[in-house]
């Protein structure tokens, strides 16, 4: 993965802010649900949430700064300490550390060329047996990955969920870029643009530990509800009769629909709030906000005109009056 600074645009003496509002900004564009005829954009989607996760997390960024982990998160191996390169084996490349080398069991010594054998080298720096598995001389070696070599085995995919499947929680199945599939437990609440991490099963490279996947969950769109961070919004359409007398209407929700009473002399654009009945939350639930819409009946209706135009006469009234 790319530099996290540079996928999010930002300088590396950026606030926490700037790099909030760019990866706002970015998670904006590059939505899936707004690029949906772009096949690149959930790759694009993921990538600028792996960068958030690194330097939108203060601890993450100080260590990515101070080279200890790497764009992707993971740790580097630095080295063992002591610098330079005047003992026999040291590696001459910056701070006299070992990252050139990919150590592998003892018994066949190591690869990266120079005369002194890996348990001299050991010998030299921390004064025998230290650092040997086990505590014995010459027994079971080192599995040492340099980090600046390591290939990147991660892989990223997106899914889309229904409202419903993310409320109550599904298993979905999965197909992986190299064609492989897997099942996914998704778990209830799951958020749009949120990552779940499968260890070890990403990519897989000899003498490698097998990358993860990380899989992007996004939501699809819905026919009568829209998201608002755990809670939902719905436009109710509602009779002119029924705004003036009041009634009971049925209100869908995510778990069937219910009865909601509409007070009598009810204007358009009033809101109701159905406490509970939006996305799972920290073992809770948002709300959901129900908007009423007054909808007249189709066509011309003579009788409905003739009563408004008597009603009208009768019972003025001006509901623009604060606006001049």
């Given amino acids: 993965m790319r530099d996290p600074y540079e996928v999010l645009g930002v300088q590396r003496d950026a606030s926490a802010a700037a790099i909030k509002s760019a990866y706002r900004k970015l998670a904006k564009k ?38 200890e982990i790497d764009a992707e998160g993971k740790p580097k191996f630095q080295g063992f300490p002591g610098g330079g390169g005047a003992r026999g084996g040291r590696a001459g490349g910056p701070g ?44 079971a070696g080192f599995d040492f990955d340099s980090g600046g070599f390591a290939p990147d085995l991660d892989q990223s995919v997106a899914m889309t969920v229904t409202l419903e499947e993310a409320a109550k929680g599904t298993e979905k199945r999965v197909r992986l ?40 969950v996004n939501y699809a769109p819905h026919p009568h509800f829209k998201v608002d961070g755990s809670d939902l919004r719905l436009e109710l359409p509602i009779t002119l009769y029924e705004a003036v007398l009041g009634a009971k209407v049925r209100v869908p929700t995510l778990t069937g629909a219910i009865e909601l009473s509409i007070p009598k002399n009810t204007s358009s654009g009033r809101t109701f709030r159905l406490k509970g009945k939006g996305l799972p939350k920290n073992g809770g639930a948002g709300d959901l906000f129900v908007t ?33």
């Fill in 177 to 216: 870029p190299t064609g492989k599939e897997l099942n996914v437990k998704i778990p209830a609440g799951v958020g749009s643009g949120q990552q779940i991490r499968l260890k070890g099963q990403g990519e897989s490279a000899p003498g490698h530990r097998p990358g993860d996947l990380l899989i992007t």
């Fill in 292 to 324: 009423t819409r007054i909808v007249l009946p189709d066509g011309h209706d003579a009788e409905l005109e003739a009563l408004m135009t008597k009603w009208r006469d009768g019972h003025p009234y001006y509901p623009r009056s604060d606006l001049g």
């Fill in 96 to 139: 006299g550390g070992f990252e050139q080398y990919n150590f592998r069991s003892g018994a066949g010594g190591f690869s990266g060329g120079g005369g002194a054998g890996f348990e001299d080298i050991l010998n030299s720096m921390f004064g025998g047996a230290a650092g040997m598995r086990g505590g014995a001389r010459g027994g």
């Fill in 30 to 67: 590059h939505h899936p649900d707004a690029n949906k005829n772009d096949p690149k954009a959930a790759a694009r989607f993921a990538e600028v949430n792996s960068a958030n996760e690194i330097l939108g997390d203060e601890a993450k960024r100080k260590q990515f700064d101070r080279g």
